[in-house]
């Protein structure tokens, strides 16, 4: 008999839980400027005073995601309503050195990040007497270290408890499916055993992905590095601690870091639009703020697909990979019920070539079926019929 195919490692990502309404969580030690940050991107005010644990509930917003390509449409149909994407953003209380085992907002911290889908991780790099840090210290190389730390332990926490829950039932007889589980377990735990290592960077197959998914692990979660400058560093693009970071991020999964400056967002946002606009023509700098929004979008494998009209021009929200049929029911379970066909537009076609009339006259206007993975950006208009699909 021949020996049992190794299950082939696959690169599609952890997503956890399945729903196109998934949140970014602000984390960071305290007073790093993730309060601060969080005001900036929501336009919402909340507490951000110069002490420890200020935050202490989750604090939610709509963040809208800005796109130049809706800003097209909503210009080419001139609808009566338009709606654009949004990303859903979480103040997160501060961690502290110590949270896994009760220090700080301990476990009540760890539960608001478990219920976030990414985070953003801010960091602080810069000196400042009167903003005091809870290391007292300005390390944000030992910060990462800290608060990796931390979420690492309570992860193998989690999967040990889990195993142990498993190893007690052996005796009684474990099916099938507990036995993969049990093994899935075993290898997790290995391979976090040193807690140097987080979930999302390793090799996982198929079944151990839809496994995790279930889990919800905290170091599952994308990670997208916010680092916090002075306004001097930012423009001169210099700081001493940047490529330190960098290295560090570099051999911890290289996920995406975005140097930017508190200070700096704060000025701009008192600015009237035109009057920031000349100023940063003139300094020829940017703010990072829509960077920061788009990057969070991505990190937790969201696209967006538009429907046009002279009533509305919408984006309507999904996971990567959903299929037509899927992508309908965000819109109305009924679509999704009865989907028929999904009548296409790329909008790189649309805008090449200017109106929808054009895009059907070069033979660009399709009609896709029920297999087919709605990209980013597709302009859908989605035929159906409930009654016919409940007679089948």
């Keep these: 008999m021949p020996p049992k195919k190794k299950e082939e490692v696959v690169t599609k990502p952890i997503l956890g839980k399945f729903s ?52 097209w449409l ?70 990462l270290t800290i608060i990796n730390q931390e979420l690492r332990t309570k992860d193998h926490e989690f999967l040990e408890s889990r195993h142990e829950a498993l190893k007690k039932m ?10 993969e589980e049990m093994a899935m377990l075993e290898k997790f735990i290995e391979y976090m055993a040193p807690l140097d290592k987080c979930i999302r960077h390793g090799e996982w197959s198929a079944n151990e992905i839809d496994f995790l998914n279930t889990l919800q692990l905290i170091t599952a979660k994308p990670v997208v590095y916010l680092v916090n400058l002075t306004k001097k560093d930012y423009m001169r693009k210099k700081n001493k601690w940047l490529p330190k970071i960098a290295a560090w991020i570099k051999e911890n999964g290289g996920e995406p870091m975005i140097p930017y400056s508190v200070n700096l967002e704060q000025e701009l946002f008192e600015m ?25 979008f991505k990190a937790i494998h969201l696209i967006y697909f538009f429907t046009a009209g ?11 990979g959903m299929k037509a049929p899927q992508a309908a029911g965000t819109i109305h379970t009924d679509f999704e019920r009865g989907f028929i066909c999904a009548e296409v537009m790329k909008y790189n076609e649309l805008h090449e070539l200017g109106d929808e009339k054009a895009v059907k006259e070069a033979g660009k206007y399709r009609q896709e079926g ?19 699909e409940k007679k089948k």
């Design 272 to 296: 009237p639009e035109d009057e920031q606009a000349a100023w940063l023509k003139e300094n020829e700098t940017a703010t990072m703020l829509d960077k920061i929004v788009n990057t969070g």
């Design 170 to 179: 052996v005796n009684r007889g474990l099916d099938k499916q507990q036995k």
């Design 20 to 71: 196109s309404h998934l949140k970014m969580g602000i984390v960071g030690l305290p007073n790093v400027g993730k309060s601060s940050t969080f005001n900036l991107m929501t336009k919402c005010s909340i507490p951000a005073e110069n002490f420890p644990f200020c935050t202490i509930d989750p604090n939610n917003a709509r963040v809208n995601v800005p796109d130049a390509r809706f800003n």
């Design 310 to 320: 002279q009533d509305e021009v919408k984006c309507w929200t999904l996971r990567e």
């Design 74 to 143: 909503v210009d080419t149909y001139k609808p009566k309503s338009q709606v654009p994407a949004f990303l859903e953003v979480v103040d997160i209380a501060g961690l502290v050195k110590g949270a896994s085992s009760g220090e700080g907002l301990g476990n009540a911290f760890l539960s608001h990040i478990k219920a976030v889908d990414g985070i953003f991780h801010v960091l602080r790099a810069f000196e400042d007497a009167d903003i005091i840090h809870v290391e007292d210290r300005v390390d944000p190389v030992d910060d």
């Design 370 to 388: 029920k297999n087919y993975v709605v990209n980013d950006a597709d302009v859908i208009f989605f035929k159906f019929n409930v009654t016919a």
